[in-house]
């Protein structure tokens, strides 16, 4: 059952081969037998995931089954789930129960009757590339268990990726979709900024964040999005607009595509071994009809400076809330109320995260203002207009994912910058708020390799096409680590 | 571009964060050379470049101003660290 795509679900639940609740039992099995190897998961949920299979059950016998009702799905541990510990890996929330759903999580699982399995482990507040942030431990690469599954949504590429969950959420930053899909060789999706609500999603960096999904294929990919976008007036920022039917175009050729290759993604930095993957990827648009471009990006490489002004500063007013007065870590001792602050955050914050919340109060405090934050919000500007520019040139832009595979456990974590530089080619689309994926294209040494495509403002639905028609043609991201088969 | 350890201490003052004596300098060197690759946007030529502060274009909304959420006071205090009727408790504050 665990191999299955998630329209083979829908039709064997619909079609009585097996219940949802078998289903979820099954899941619930693997997760319990390998889990222990991985650490994907901070919290596992069978009672709930019970009782929501067997509402579905009883939704699909009423024939008011929708594509997900009775499919298990694992959150990332970022959406607020009313009744469960909702931590962001982060020993500050450690003890949180949140008091209500994330709007994604009511739309999968009280609309779209999909049943959770637990939360998923990832970088503390999403602030890594890494997974080894988490105050609950590093994940490991269902790959290779001796490297990183990449962060910071690494609990749920690692869970899909090992096969203990059909689908998950994961949220997106700075790359935190892209990066771990790429790493364990998933398809994972960040779709236009403001298509998916914002609401009950723990706040890293407002102007960026993201949710979106990590799966086994764009179909999947597809039918989890659709599900999960739509207005919300809840969120000041969500859009208000129609969601395009994410599956309708899936099947469309891509006869006559414009697919642009930006030089800045191919330069310097670049391993041969996944550039010659990318490049053969190419070649097998080519085959399908696709026209290739040559475009530039020119203010590209300036995405990882503006990133780490604009994302810390704002890190630093979101996180701002968490005092130990109203919920979350409160210190043992403090006698002042300015004591009290300082040491609640200062013990339940880690260290990358209280490295971000000083650059970010650095960079906005006086004197420091100008020369950073306006400065690098002039320089994300210059960005968005080289992506404006570009798509009058093609329809989709490619490149590579990651510079590298995986990288070894403990390798980056006493070097900031090195960390930083693993999210150099997916920032920009976080800056600039298109919609961007990553989908699997080869493997170098064993391990998986990514390529990304980015698209036009609300264009999901054609990269979810150009996706789905390169995995008709292709078969990498049928691969799945062989120690969880 | 280099933060002092004094700069260090500063800083993590203003955002109300404890850390101990012997990570200053740690913290000093690292943050020091995330600030070496935020100096690479000096370089850019953003004369006449308005600031970009949010991806989408976008007014405020604006709703009607009629209550929308129920009054869930308790639920959200269930979780505080310390409450007393329907108060958050903190150290003294005024002598």
Known sequence: MHTLSLKQLAD????????????????????????P?????????????????DAADARIKAGQAGPLTGVPIAQKDIFCTQGVR?????????????????????KLHGEGGAVMLGKCNMDEFAMGSSNETSW??????????????????????????????PVATATDTGGSIRQPAALTNLTGIKPTYGRVSRFGMIAFASSLDQGGVVARSAEDAAVVLQAMSGFDPRDSTSVERDVDDYLRDLNRPIDGLRIGLPKEYFAEGLEP??????????????????KIVEVSLPHAPLSVPTYYVVAPAEASSNLARFDGVRYGHRTESSRTLEELYKKSRGEGFGPEVQRRIMIGTYVLSHGYYDAYYLQAQKVRKLIYED???????????????TTDVAFELNSKMDDPVAMYLNDIYTIAANLAGIPAMSLPCGFV???????????????????????????QAQDWHRRSPAAFA | MSLSAEQVRQVAHLARLEIQPEQVEHYAGQLSRILDVVGQLAQ????????????????????????????RRADYQAHAPSVQDGLFLVPKVIE
């Open chain 1, 273 to 290: 071994a996944i550039r010659a993957c990318v490049e053969q990827a190419v070649k097998q648009f080519e085959q399908l009809g696709a």
């Open chain 2, 44 to 71: 850019a030529n953003t004369e006449g470049v308005t600031p970009m502060a949010h991806p989408l274009a976008m007014v405020q909304r604006l709703r009607p101003d009629v209550v929308t959420e129920p009054d």
């Open chain 1, 445 to 471: 040494g064993g391990l998986p390799v990514g390529m990304q495509l980015m698209g036009n403002f609300f264009e999901e639905a054609r990269l979810l096409n150009v996706a789905h028609q390169y995995q």
């Open chain 1, 37 to 53: 190897k991985l650490n994907s998961f901070i919290t596992v949920t069978p009672e709930i995931a019970l009782a929501q299979a």
């Open chain 1, 387 to 401: 992506f404006r520019k570009v798509f009058e040139q093609c329809d989709v832009i490619l490149g590579p994912t």
């Open chain 1, 136 to 165: 609950y431990g590093p994940v490991k690469n269902p790959w290779d268990l001796t490297r990183v599954p990449g962060g910071s949504s690494g609990g749920s590429v690692a869970a899909v990726a090992a096969l203990l969950a």
């Open chain 1, 86 to 106: 909702t931590s962001c890996a982060s020993r500050m929330l450690d003890k949180f129960i949140a008091p209500y759903d994330a709007t994604v999580v009511t």
């Open chain 1, 12 to 35: 064997g639940l619909r079609s009585k081969q097996f219940s949802s609740r078998e289903l979820t039992q099954h899941y619930l099995k693997r997760i319990e037998t390998h889990d």
